[in-house]
């Protein structure tokens, strides 16, 4: 990478060195994938790291959002999100599902609980809320919505590695939750994800699914697909936790540098932390709020600058050309949704980034957003 340029994300490695000795004993065992030992001790590890009981790993997280829909038997339509990764409502249309766009709160990013029950209709089936940049879901409420109608609910939980909310993970709430553990993300194995299910019976549906439908040698009980997780990127998921910790509160000492740079900077607006126990700070997601013109100048800007900051999540899901046609994708409908869009700008953070280069950032927006730059 150019030391010039500083990106949105920046993978945490261990040392090579600390990687070797698993490296060499998967060549003496030479067991490459199909649920091998370093497979079965990292899902063990995930689960008393996460404080859930059951985890099934993926080959990454798509296609742990794919089978998860697959296990729990979602068809019809099911209510979402249109302010995410584009991952997550493709999911629905690989399993036939119609995606069914509402509006989201303002301060959190994720789905409004109100918006989700006035959009349920005979077909609805499920809702599949995200929650962004690692910030919960309104749990309880949409919970409450759920069981109201009959409809079941699966958390993509993506940027929720490792958050903890009431004592208790994030992730076990719902019937699954699904992680990314994809490069980019707080927790990576270079590619990867997992889905948490609530029970073993779950669990087992979940793995028959993700290796081809087979219960054994000679029995396929469903119709599955090949999402398992190899034994290199397990063996590395292993490593990485030893060292997760520490690039957490890496992470943490970036956002707290960026709240107390930007606290006076006129024009910009910092997200509120996450109310939880445990946070991840997987983004450092701000808005510049004189709009969309100003926050595209700014990127611009920044990117002139050597700072590549991301629009994430611009433009909305729904605006793309397989979904504008839908009628929940109307931008009437989703007005908060498209006011985030237009503002939003989510500036580098990884445990790395050196808070000299924080403090440059900062200047560097502050600068973007005067007048002589962003008029």
Excluded at 148 to 171: I, P
Excluded at 295 to 321: E, K, M, N, T, W
Aim: proline share 6%.
């Amino acid at each position: 990478m150019n030391d010039s340029k500083t990106y949105v994300t920046r993978p945490w490695l261990p040392p090579l060195s600390e990687f070797l000795p698993y490296l060499e004993e998967i060549w003496r065992n030479k067991t490459l994938t199909n649920n091998g030992p370093f497979h079965q001790r990292f899902e063990a590890a995930l689960c008393e790291h996460l404080g859930v009981e059951h985890v099934s790993l993926f080959c990454n997280g798509t296609i742990a959002l794919v089978t998860a829909l697959q296990a729990l038997g979602i068809e019809g339509e099911v209510i979402t999100t249109p302010y995410s990764f584009v991952a997550t409502v493709h999911s629905l249309v690989w399993n036939r599902i119609e995606p069914v766009f509402v509006d989201i709160d303002p301060h959190s990013c994720n789905l409004d609980p109100r918006a989700i029950e006035a959009a349920i209709t005979p077909r609805t089936t499920a809702i599949l809320p995200v929650h962004c940049y690692g910030t919960p879901c309104a749990v309880d409420e949409i919970q409450a919505v759920a069981d109201r109608h009959g409809l079941r609910v699966l958390y993509d939980a993506a940027h929720a590695f490792g958050v903890r909310q009431h004592g208790r993970s994030l992730l076990a709430h719902g019937d699954m939750s699904v992680l990314s553990f994809h490069a980019t993300k707080v927790f990576q194995t270079f590619e990867g994800g997992a889905v948490i299910c609530r029970d073993a019976r779950s669990k087992a549906q979940v793995d028959y699914l993700k290796n081809f439908g087979f219960a054994n040698e000679v029995t396929v009980v469903a119709t599955g697909i090949n999402g398992k997780m190899s034994e290199v990127n397990a063996a590395f998921g292993l490593l990485q936790l030893e060292h997760v910790d520490q690039a957490l509160a890496l992470r943490a000492a970036v956002d707290a540098r960026y709240r107390e740079q930007l606290a006076l900077v006129e024009g910009v607006h910092c997200l509120p932390r996450a109310p939880v126990d445990t946070d991840n700070h997987a983004y450092f997601p701000v808005l510049v709020t004189a709009g969309e013109t100003v926050r595209d100048r700014v990127y611009a800007y920044l990117r002139q600058h050597g700072v590549f900051a991301r629009r994430y999540f611009y433009p909305l899901i729904s605006d793309f050309p397989m979904y504008r046609n839908l009628p929940s994708a109307a931008p009437e409908r989703l007005p908060v949704a498209r006011s985030v869009a237009q503002q939003i700008l989510c500036l580098p953070i990884f445990p790395d980034l050196p808070l000299d280069k924080v403090d440059e950032i900062c200047r560097l927006l502050a600068l973007a957003l005067e007048s002589r730059h962003a008029a």
